[in-house]
C-alpha cells in the first residue's frame, strides 16, 4: 500500500512538473505565468502560502507573485512584503543562497506581528529558494504553511526544480525584452542620426534630442571641453564614451539606472559619429572662414593695384598743375584737392592692412606695432605665455585690436595705447587701455555701438566674453578674453 501511495504521489507530482513547464512555455506575460506556477506549485506540495521576489541588480527587489498570504502580509496591498529587508533577501543578495534553505524565520512576519497588521495564520517560517539559471540569479520563492517546521529532501528537490525553471523563463523574458529595446532603440539611432545630419543643432539641443529618443534618465555632451547637461546627472548608474577626431575632441556620458550591452553600443555609435559631425561642421567654417579670407587679400590686392595708384596718380597731378599756375585761387583749390587725396591715400592704406590677413605671418605683436604705425599712434605690446590660439582666434584677436586702435586714433584725444596679451593653459586675455578723454554713455562710443557689438560678438563666437569700461576724462580699457586653442 505504501509503496502504491508512493507511486501515486510521484505520478502527480510529475504531472504538476509538466503542467508548470507547458505553462512557463506557453505564456506571455510573466507576472501571470508566476501566479500560476506559484498555485500549482503549493497545491502540488499541499502548502499554504507563497510569493515570488525578482530582485534586481542594485538589490531592489518586486513581488511578482503571491497566493494564500495570511492578511498580515496583504495589509496595505502586500506593503509589508514589498518594502523593507529580510534575512532571506539579504542573505541572496550576499551571494550565500545557493541552494533551497529548509526552514529560516521571517522578518516580515515578525514585522506584521509587532505592528498589529493583521493575522499571520501561524505561520513563522518559511522555506527560502533562490530562483537563477547558470550562473545568473533573478530572485526569491518562498513558501510556507501554520506550523510547519520541517521541509523534506524531496521536497525540497521538487521546489528546486521549479524555481530553475521559473529562472529560465525570467531569463528568456529578459534576453526578449533586451532585443525588443534593442530594435527599439537601433531604430531611434536610425532617426537621430537622420536628425543630426539635416539640422544644424548645438550640442545642447542634440543632448536634449538624443535624451528624449533612447529615454534615458540623464546625458552630458563635452565639446572641446565645452560641457552640455540634459535630464539627471547625479547619484545614477554613468556610461562614458570619447573620441578624437581632427582637432574635435567628445565625450559622451549617459546616466540611466540599469546600462547594459545596447547602450553600451548606442552610446560608442552616437559619439564616434557626432565627433566625425562637429568635425565636418568645424571643417566646413573653416573653408568658409579660408574663403572670406582669401577674398579680403582678393579685394586688398585690387584696391592696391587700382584705387591706391589712382589716389597717387591724382596727388601727383594736382601738386604739379599746382607748380605750373599762378592763379591763386586755382592753386588753393589744387592744394586742398592734393591734400584730400593724400588724406584718402592713407585711409586707404589702412583698410588694405586691415583687410589683408597675411601680416599675422610676422605675429601678433609685430602685426599690431606695424598696425599701429600705420595709424600714427605710439603703441606699447607686451606678450606673456604661450600662444596656442587657432587661425579663427588669432584672427578674432587681430581683428578686435584694429577696430581697438582705431576708437583710441578716432575719439580718444591722445596718440598712444598699451595692448596687454596674457596667455595662460586655457585662455588668452587681450587687453587695449589708452589714457585719453574717455566717454560717458551717450556719447561717440557707446556701449551698444556697431563695433563695441561686432567685438563682443567675435569674442562671444569662440565661447569668450567681452568687457568695455570707459570714463570720462580718464580714458578707455577693454579686455577680450577667449580659450586658449
Request: charged content about 25%; proline content about 1%.
Amino acid at each position: 500500500m505504501e509503496q502504491q501511495n508512493d507511486f501515486v504521489h510521484a505520478k502527480s507530482v510529475g504531472e504538476t512538473l509538466r503542467i508548470i513547464s507547458m505553462t512557463l512555455n506557453e505564456g506571455n506575460d510573466l507576472r501571470d505565468m508566476l501566479q500560476s506556477v506559484l498555485e500549482r506549485l503549493l497545491k502540488a506540495v499541499q502548502l499554504e502560502c507563497g510569493w515570488i521576489f525578482l530582485i534586481q541588480e542594485k538589490g531592489e527587489h518586486s513581488l511578482f507573485a503571491s497566493y494564500g498570504l495570511p492578511n498580515g502580509l496583504t495589509y496595505k496591498d502586500s506593503l509589508p512584503l514589498c518594502e523593507g529587508g529580510c534575512w532571506c533577501k539579504d542573505k541572496y543578495l550576499d551571494g550565500q543562497l545557493k541552494k533551497a534553505v529548509n526552514i529560516m524565520e521571517c522578518r516580515r512576519l515578525e514585522r506584521v506581528k509587532v505592528g498589529n497588521l493583521g493575522e499571520t495564520n501561524g505561520i513563522s517560517h518559511h522555506a527560502t529558494i533562490p530562483i537563477f539559471a547558470g550562473e545568473e540569479s533573478f530572485g526569491l520563492m518562498n513558501v510556507a504553511s501554520p506550523n510547519k517546521t520541517h521541509f523534506t529532501e524531496e521536497e525540497l528537490d521538487l521546489l528546486e526544480t521549479v524555481a530553475y525553471q521559473i529562472g529560465a523563463t525570467v531569463k528568456r523574458f529578459k534576453l526578449f525584452e533586451q532585443e525588443k529595446r534593442r530594435s527599439r532603440m537601433l531604430a531611434a539611432l536610425g532617426t537621430c542620426l537622420s536628425m543630426i545630419q539635416k539640422n544644424e543643432q548645438e550640442p545642447s539641443e542634440i543632448a536634449d534630442m538624443i535624451l528624449q529618443l533612447f529615454n534615458w534618465s540623464g546625458l552630458s555632451i563635452m565639446l572641446n571641453g565645452q560641457l552640455s547637461e540634459v535630464g539627471q546627472c547625479e547619484d545614477i548608474q554613468e556610461l562614458v564614451q570619447e573620441a578624437i577626431f581632427g582637432e574635435t575632441s567628445l565625450k559622451i556620458t549617459i546616466y540611466h539606472e540599469v546600462c547594459n550591452e545596447v547602450d553600451h553600443y548606442l552610446v560608442e555609435q552616437l559619439t564616434h559619429y557626432l565627433c566625425l559631425h562637429f568635425e565636418k561642421e568645424r571643417l566646413t567654417e573653416q573653408r568658409k572662414e579660408l574663403a572670406r579670407i582669401d577674398e579680403r587679400n582678393r579685394l586688398a590686392r585690387d584696391l592696391h593695384d587700382s584705387v591706391n595708384q589712382m589716389l597717387f596718380s591724382l596727388s601727383l597731378t594736382a601738386k604739379g598743375a599746382q607748380l605750373r599756375t599762378k592763379e591763386e585761387k586755382t592753386k588753393e583749390t589744387l592744394g586742398q584737392i592734393q591734400t584730400l587725396s593724400q588724406e584718402a591715400l592713407k585711409e586707404l592704406k589702412q583698410l588694405i592692412y586691415q583687410l589683408r590677413s597675411e601680416e599675422l605671418q610676422e605675429g601678433m605683436n609685430s602685426a599690431i606695432t606695424r598696425y599701429a604705425h600705420l595709424l600714427g599712434l605710439t603703441v606699447q605690446v607686451r606678450l606673456n605665455g604661450m600662444l596656442t590660439l587657432s587661425k579663427k582666434g588669432e584672427e578674432c584677436l587681430w581683428r578686435i585690436a584694429q577696430e581697438a586702435l582705431n576708437n583710441v586714433k578716432k575719439h580718444s584725444g591722445v596718440q598712444e595705447a598699451r595692448v596687454t596679451i596674457e596667455a595662460t593653459k586655457d585662455t588668452v586675455t587681450m587687453q587695449i587701455e589708452d589714457h585719453g578723454m574717455g566717454t560717458v554713455e551717450g556719447e561717440y562710443i557707446h556701449p551698444s555701438s556697431t563695433g563695441i557689438n561686432g567685438m563682443r560678438a567675435r569674442a562671444e563666437a569662440l565661447n569668450g566674453w567681452f568687457t568695455f569700461r570707459s570714463i570720462k576724462g580718464k580714458g578707455t580699457t577693454l579686455q577680450v578674453v577667449i580659450p586658449n586653442q
